[in-house]
């Protein structure tokens, strides 16, 4: 019961953070926890496509090295991972009445990125124990959140730009999401094989995931602030008319 626990805070953590930042407008409860479980659900395809992906990778190249390790980070976790968040996110929340602010888009992609986190998670803490939460508390469980983040906030860029520009905003945010994943990936996959770490330091390499990671928040928390300020000026903009 402790790990379970343990395995659910970050997550919870997370989503109250995000929800006390959204000041303007809050969303319905019920919406937030929908997409949370569809974050969950988001598992499903991202493990289907993840298998097919790894065995094409192990068929076309031996299982080490720099390309192949950047091709499982990037494409067949990063971008399968990070897909099926966007779908879900675009496929519920964003053509709703209730993503009526830029803000939003940080709200539920946060909401559904941590729905899969989550899940995640979960299998992880059971299977190795409470170091495995203590560290996953405090570097995946999060990384996952600024992945949603940056996601999210030119997801609420796109849903107020009503012109060409929208669709390049929403890939712009499915692609930072693969980056910043991709890269916080690498580094760790690489750290984990022995042929590679007798060239390359395993604290250099370990460090890198740290760095790509707390670059990821920055510009997080960088996304939040100019989110919230947008959120104000259209609510702003609102009263006015009335």
Not at 34 to 63: C, R, T
Not at 134 to 153: C, D, E, K, N, Q
Not at 178 to 195: M, R
Request: proline share 3%; with cysteine.
């Amino acid at each position: 019961m402790e790990l379970l626990a343990l395995a659910l805070a970050p997550g919870i953590a997370i989503m109250w953070f995000i929800y006390s930042k959204d000041r303007y407008d809050k969303e319905p409860l019920r919406a937030l926890i929908k997409s949370f479980f569809l974050g969950m659900l988001g598992i499903v395809p991202a493990v289907i496509m993840q298998l097919a992906a790894i065995g094409l990778l192990d068929w076309l190249m031996p299982a080490n090295g720099w390309i192949y390790f950047i091709l499982k980070a990037f494409i067949v976790v990063a971008l399968t991972e990070e897909a099926c968040k966007f779908m879900m996110v675009k496929w519920y929340a964003w053509p709703r009445p209730f993503f009526n602010e830029p803000f939003d888009g940080i709200v539920y992609g946060v909401m559904v990125a941590m729905g899969f986190a989550t899940l995640e998670n979960i299998g992880y803490v059971m299977q190795h124990g409470w170091q495995t939460a203590i560290l996953r508390m405090f570097l995946s469980v999060p990384a996952h959140a600024t992945f949603g983040v940056l996601m999210g906030y030119y997801l609420g860029l796109a849903k107020f730009t009503h012109d060409r520009h929208s669709k390049q905003l929403m890939v712009r945010g499915l692609l930072l999401s693969v980056l910043f994943h991709g890269l916080f990936d690498l580094f760790l996959f690489v750290q984990a094989d022995d042929g590679i770490t007798q060239k390359w330091s395993s604290g250099f390499l370990f460090g890198s995931a740290i760095l790509s990671y707390l670059v990821a928040v920055r510009l997080s928390w960088q996304a939040i602030r100019m989110h919230q300020e947008l959120s104000r000026n259209n609510l702003q903009s609102k009263e006015k008319t009335v």
